[in-house]
C-alpha cells in the first residue's frame, strides 16, 4: 500500500511539474496584445506591464525572483513585510537571510510569530508605522492593499520608511469589485447589499471560512474600495514604477458568459474593468527624499515577547 501511494505521489509530482513548465509559454501567449484584448477588451485602454488571464497572481516564489531580479541581493537588506499575518509567508523571505527581517500586523498572533524567530514581529496600523524615516532597504506584502480602507495614507507611509532608492513589492486581490471580491464563496452579490444587508447574508450562510475570513474583513471596516486605477494613481505619486502586473479574474469571465442579464444589470453601475480585474501585482522603487517627517506615536509598537 505505502510503495502503490509513493508511486501515485510521484506521478502527481511529475504531472505538477510538466504543467509549471508550461507557465512562461502560456504566459508569453497570454501577453500578446491580440489574445488579451480578444479575452478582456477593456484591457485596450489599461496601464501595465504584463497580464495573467490565468490563476490568481499569488505566485510567492516568482514574486521572490523578480524581486531579486529587480532589487538585487536580499541578504544585505533590512526587510519589512507588511500584513504578515502568522507569518506563513515569511519562509521565503526568512530563506534569504536578510541582514534584519521585521514583520507587522494589524491582528496579534504572539504565539505564532514564535515560532519564526529571529525575526522581529508587532502589532501595529500600517498607516501609522512606528519606524524611523528610512529604516528599510525592501518594504513587502502580499494581501493587504485590498483590506486597508486608506491606502493613500499606507503608501505615504511606506515611502516615509523606505531608503531612497530603495525597493516595494505588493501584491493583492482580490480588489472588491470583482467576483467574489469580499472574501466569500459567491460572486456578485455584495454588490447588490448594504454593508448590513451583506453582514446578514453571510451570517445566513454560516460558511466557516466565510465567517473567519470575510465576515472579520467587514466588521473591522477592512475592504479598501479602490479600484485598479485607483491604486495606480496612489502609487505613481509616491513611488517610481518598475513593473505592474494585472491579473483578470477567470470566474468573472465565467460569470460574464454564463450571466449576460445579470452582467448587463452590472455594467449600469459599474464599469467593466471594475468587474473583471481580480488583482494587481507590483514592484517599486522609493522616490528621491522629500520634506516629510511624521513622528510615530509611542503607543503603535506592541512587540511580541
Known amino acids: 500500500m505505502r510503495q502503490r501511494l509513493k508511486r501515485v505521489l510521484k506521478r502527481n509530482e511529475a504531472i505538477v511539474g510538466a504543467v509549471r513548465a508550461t507557465y512562461p509559454a502560456l504566459r508569453w501567449v497570454s501577453n500578446r496584445r491580440a489574445v488579451y484584448t480578444r479575452?478582456?477588451?477593456?484591457?485596450?485602454?489599461?496601464?501595465?506591464?504584463?497580464?495573467?488571464?490565468?490563476?490568481?497572481?499569488?505566485?510567492?516564489?516568482?514574486?521572490?525572483?523578480?524581486?531579486r531580479e529587480t532589487f538585487g541581493a536580499i541578504d544585505e537588506a533590512d526587510v519589512l513585510v507588511l500584513g504578515a499575518g502568522r507569518g506563513d509567508e515569511l519562509t521565503l523571505?526568512?530563506?534569504?537571510?536578510?541582514?534584519?527581517?521585521?514583520?507587522?500586523?494589524?491582528?496579534?498572533?504572539?504565539?505564532?510569530?514564535r515560532a519564526h524567530a529571529p525575526s522581529r514581529f508587532a502589532?501595529?496600523?500600517?498607516?501609522?508605522?512606528?519606524?524611523?524615516?528610512?529604516?528599510?532597504?525592501?518594504?513587502?506584502?502580499?494581501?493587504?492593499?485590498?483590506?486597508?480602507?486608506?491606502?493613500?495614507?499606507?503608501?505615504?507611509?511606506?515611502?516615509?520608511?523606505?531608503?531612497?532608492?530603495?525597493?516595494?513589492?505588493?501584491?493583492?486581490?482580490?480588489?472588491y469589485y470583482t467576483y467574489g471580491g469580499a472574501y466569500y464563496d459567491g460572486a456578485y452579490e455584495h454588490l447588490w447589499m448594504s454593508d448590513a444587508e451583506f453582514e446578514r447574508y453571510l451570517v445566513a450562510r454560516n460558511v466557516p471560512s466565510e465567517l473567519e475570513d470575510g465576515l472579520v474583513?467587514?466588521?473591522?471596516?477592512?475592504f479598501s474600495r479602490l479600484r485598479y486605477e485607483d491604486y495606480l494613481a496612489i502609487f505613481k505619486r509616491h513611488f517610481d514604477l518598475e513593473h505592474v502586473v494585472l491579473a483578470v479574474?477567470?470566474?468573472?469571465?465565467?460569470?460574464?458568459?454564463?450571466?449576460?442579464?445579470?452582467?448587463?444589470?452590472?455594467?449600469?453601475?459599474?464599469?467593466?474593468?471594475?468587474?473583471?480585474?481580480?488583482?494587481?501585482?507590483?514592484w517599486m522603487r522609493s522616490k528621491p527624499v522629500v520634506a516629510w517627517r511624521r513622528d510615530a506615536p509611542s503607543d503603535a509598537l506592541e512587540v511580541a515577547a
Not at 523571505?93 to 510569530?113: G, I, K, M, N
Not at 474583513?217 to 477592512?222: C, E
Not at 452582467?263 to 453601475?269: F, G, M, P, S, V
Open 39 to 67: 479575452v478582456a477588451p477593456y484591457l485596450a485602454n489599461m496601464e501595465f506591464d504584463e497580464v495573467r488571464l490565468i490563476g490568481r497572481g499569488n505566485e510567492p516564489e516568482a514574486h521572490l525572483r523578480r524581486t
Open 93 to 113: 523571505w526568512e530563506q534569504q537571510q536578510p541582514r534584519s527581517l521585521t514583520a507587522v500586523d494589524y491582528f496579534s498572533h504572539a504565539e505564532a510569530w
Open 123 to 175: 502589532r501595529m496600523d500600517v498607516r501609522a508605522l512606528a519606524f524611523a524615516d528610512q529604516s528599510f532597504d525592501l518594504v513587502a506584502s502580499t494581501a493587504l492593499f485590498e483590506h486597508v480602507d486608506r491606502a493613500e495614507g499606507l503608501a505615504r507611509e511606506v515611502a516615509r520608511v523606505t531608503r531612497p532608492g530603495g525597493a516595494v513589492f505588493a501584491n493583492f486581490g482580490p480588489l
Open 217 to 222: 474583513w467587514l466588521r473591522n471596516g477592512m
Open 249 to 282: 479574474s477567470e470566474q468573472a469571465l465565467r460569470h460574464k458568459r454564463t450571466h449576460p442579464d445579470e452582467w448587463r444589470a452590472l455594467l449600469r453601475d459599474h464599469a467593466e474593468q471594475d468587474l473583471l480585474t481580480f488583482s494587481m501585482t507590483i
